[in-house]
């Protein structure tokens, strides 16, 4: 499963971003999928997960309402909508995708994107 992700950029606070991944895969719509962001020096960071028919989503924490996750499978891709963007939102933002389960923890994800940048200015 190839996963490539998009929609990355440099964004003033309170602006809005929004992030796709799309997969090469004809079973896409068998995988959870999740995003997850690393900043420099931090661990990786659970952001939010869909499960394969769009119908439960979790979140971080930190997330408060600001992101929502959706998923299009006639499209193969899934999305993360930032509003209220912050400078501590900056990071490298990955998706992944869970055969198994819809989860919060990046170690359960079986396939990774490359990652696309989020700098939000202050």
């Known amino acids: 499963v190839q996963l490539q992700a998009s929609g990355g950029g440099l964004v003033q606070a309170g602006g809005s971003l929004r992030l796709s991944c799309a997969s090469s895969t004809r079973t896409f719509s068998s995988y959870n999928m999740g995003w997850f962001r690393q900043a420099a020096g931090k661990e990786r960071e659970f952001v939010a997960a869909?499960?394969?028919?769009?119908?439960?989503?979790y979140y971080g924490d930190f997330v408060k309402g600001r992101f929502t996750i959706s998923r299009d499978n006639a499209k193969n891709t899934v999305y993360l909508q930032m509003n209220s963007l912050k400078p501590e939102d900056t990071a490298v933002y990955f998706c992944?995708?869970?055969?198994?389960?819809?989860?919060?923890?990046?170690?359960?994800?079986?396939?990774w994107g490359q990652g696309t940048q989020v700098t939000v200015s202050s």
């Open positions: 992944g995708a869970d055969y198994k389960g819809l989860s919060r923890w990046d170690v359960d994800y079986d396939y």
């Open positions: 869909i499960s394969v028919s769009g119908t439960t989503q």
